[in-house]
């Protein structure tokens, strides 16, 4: 969005990478109208009596909750917010286009394939069972592998790699975990295999989603899976994690074959 707010001339194009004064001022505009950020405060109080001494003594426990909400817009949306004309347009597809997905990810230092050198990520590919659902959910995720998270969040990118085997999924992480769970769809972590889902809690999070669910990945075998990653700002290819704050709390196969 910055760059093409910044420059549309073709003979200097690279101008854009001059920073200048101006030129930060107009990116953390940018950024501050693409992200907004809304926060509200919950104050809850109980009271308890308990008996101490034999007498009744009343201990009152005040919480406060503030719930931080952040939206960002997509790149279709920011186009739309400033006006962007053909010519705009036309720049602003060419630069999100999957071949400079890899490039930008290199920009801002996330590693997109786990340490994963080309060699390995080829043995990866040709080790999945041939003819498999399983496979073509899997072979799917890793195609969107560098894809910015504005673009495709974890569950976008769930039901997209399942679309392209034929299977319907609901549209969010939590949901997508109910319909497992529902149609017993589960599995056990020892029995995992390519296209399988993996879905995680978020420890810190009491908004009442059911189990807290608030990711899911795709698991593509030999311990690594593809989801994409709010924090690192794409989908990411890497080993299969959980963590104190961010538990694995089920798995699911919603195919078959």
């Known amino acids: ?66 719930y931080i909400n952040i939206q960002s817009l997509t790149y279709l949306e920011g186009a739309e917010l400033y006006a962007f004309d053909e010519d705009q347009m036309e720049m602003l597809e060419e630069l999100m286009s999957p071949q400079y997905y890899s490039f930008f990810a290199e920009l801002i230092n996330v590693d997109i394939y786990g340490d994963l050198t080309a060699g390995d990520l080829a043995n990866l590919v040709n080790d999945l069972p041939t003819g498999t659902m399983g496979t073509t959910i899997a072979q799917a995720a890793i195609s969107k592998v560098g894809t910015p998270y504005s673009v495709m969040d974890c569950s976008d990118l769930s039901q997209y790699a399942y679309a392209q085997a034929g299977i319907s999924i609901p549209g969010t992480s939590v949901t997508q975990a109910q319909y497992c769970y529902n149609n017993s769809y589960t599995i056990s972590s020892s029995v995992l295999q390519p296209g399988d889902l993996v879905f995680w809690s978020k420890t810190a999070c009491h908004c009442g989603r059911w189990n807290e669910i608030h990711h899911v990945g795709i698991y593509i075998g030999n311990g690594y899976l593809v989801d994409a990653s709010s924090s690192m700002g794409h989908v990411v290819l890497r080993d299969i994690w959980s963590n104190e704050n961010w538990p694995i709390v089920l798995y699911a196969r919603p195919h078959v074959g």
């Not at 420059?7 to 953390?28: F, R, Y």
């Open 1 to 66: 969005m910055y760059a093409v707010k910044t420059t549309t001339d073709e003979t200097d194009g690279d101008e854009v990478l001059t920073v200048i004064p101006e030129k930060e001022a107009i990116l953390k505009a940018t950024f501050n109208d693409m992200n907004t950020v809304g926060i509200r405060t919950e104050t809850r109080t109980n009271t308890i009596t308990t008996m101490v001494d034999g007498e009744e003594v009343e201990e009152t426990t005040i919480t406060l909750n503030i």
